[in-house]
């Protein structure tokens, strides 16, 4: 068990650029999450997968926003058409079961310039 | 929407000593988890101590106690004999125990540790 991976761990793009964003959970975990961090403020909650249904979107979750979790495995975000204010750490976290405590990754950091 | 507010956006405590970190948060649900979580520098969100709303007696893990109050809506967090190691951002966060799918997070207390 390595834990929940993320990669990049940074990523700066140009604004306008298409990025994806790839998350593996703990292999026994079923659910996954993503949230989006900016500074000074906590995580805030974007979408959730049980296996490969994603079953819930946050409205901060727009139209230029889309995730996959393909086979229940791993994840991928992207994001088209990067704008300023997508700049954040982007992290992922997974559990087995809703009534157990996520693990987070340790996050993607990107940079729109 | 539930919303959690931590009032101390920085905190410092001497090595040794015992610190409390404010939390309080609003819900009309009576069924609900309430965490703290740990954010180092290597940015990793790591679970200090969660407590389960129906449950009166205050969770504790080692070093790491809560002080629930549920009329209050209040879930503080002391940590003892402060370490080194202990200094990070703080977050305070709420889960729905009916939906469970999210979590709300406050905005974090940065805790500095003096040695």
């Known amino acids: 068990d390595t834990g929940v991976s993320q990669d990049p761990r940074h990523k700066i793009t140009k604004r306008g650029q298409n990025v994806t964003f790839r998350c593996d959970p703990i292999s026994e975990h079923n659910r996954l999450y993503w949230y989006r961090q900016t500074l000074g403020q906590g995580p805030e909650f974007l979408t959730y997968f049980q296996n490969e249904a994603q079953l819930e979107k946050s409205r901060l979750l727009s139209d230029r926003f889309s995730a996959e979790r393909p086979k229940g495995s791993f994840s991928t975000l992207e994001i088209q058409r990067t704008e300023q204010g997508d700049s954040a750490m982007y992290l992922c976290?997974?559990?087995?079961?809703?009534?157990?405590?996520?693990?987070f990754g340790s996050g993607t950091r990107l940079t729109v310039v | 929407a539930q919303t959690v507010t931590q009032s101390q956006p920085e905190m410092s405590v001497q090595e040794a000593e015992t610190v409390t970190l404010s939390c309080t948060y609003d819900?009309?649900?009576?069924?609900?988890?309430l965490f703290w979580y740990k954010q180092p520098p290597s940015r990793q969100m790591i679970l200090v101590i969660r407590q389960e709303a129906y449950k009166q007696q205050n969770a504790t893990e080692n070093r790491f106690s809560v002080n629930f109050q549920k009329a209050a809506k209040s879930f503080s967090l002391k940590i003892s004999d402060s370490q080194l190691g202990d200094a990070a951002m703080y977050f305070c966060a709420y889960r729905s125990a009916r939906t469970g799918n999210q979590f709300y997070f406050g905005t974090g207390t940065s805790l500095t540790v003096i040695p």
């Open positions: 819900t009309s649900e009576s069924d609900y988890y």
């Open positions: 976290a997974s559990s087995q079961g809703w009534n157990y405590g996520y693990t």
